[in-house]
């Protein structure tokens, strides 16, 4: 069984918008905290958003003010609402989890602390 599963994905225009979902399955979903990252082709992989099971929030400077990071703990899903869309924005999206706790400012975004990763959605933004 998967642990996650992104959906979502596809090719907007800029200024358009997406909500990516991630079903979480298993332990991957009793984790402390779950992120999304993503790679554009060519490059490293970085972090977007994340979120504790609290609800504390943290936001790469890219992603704040335009993504926003929910959970549904019922339906054990992750969501990221993303709006004003540009082309930077192009990228594979990866949903991810981890046992412990986000971590702030220092940890939340850091890829490597992660234990569970999606196999990823696309995202296309077009100018």
């Known amino acids: 069984q998967v642990p996650l599963v992104e959906s979502g994905g596809a090719s907007v225009q800029a200024g358009g918008s997406l909500r990516l979902s991630c079903a979480a399955s298993?332990?991957?979903?009793?984790?402390?905290?779950m992120g999304w990252f993503r790679q554009a082709t060519g490059k490293e992989r970085e972090g977007v958003a994340a979120i504790d099971r609290d609800g504390t929030t943290t936001y790469a400077d890219s992603a704040k003010g335009r993504f926003t990071i929910s959970q549904d703990n019922a339906k054990n899903i992750l969501y990221l609402q993303m709006s004003s869309l540009k082309p930077e924005d192009t990228a594979m999206y990866y949903c991810a989890s981890k046992s412990t706790y986000c971590g702030g400012d220092n940890w939340a975004l850091s890829g490597p602390t992660y234990d569970y990763w999606g196999q990823g959605t696309q995202v296309t933004v077009s100018s």
């Open positions: 298993g332990y991957a979903y009793n984790a402390y905290c």
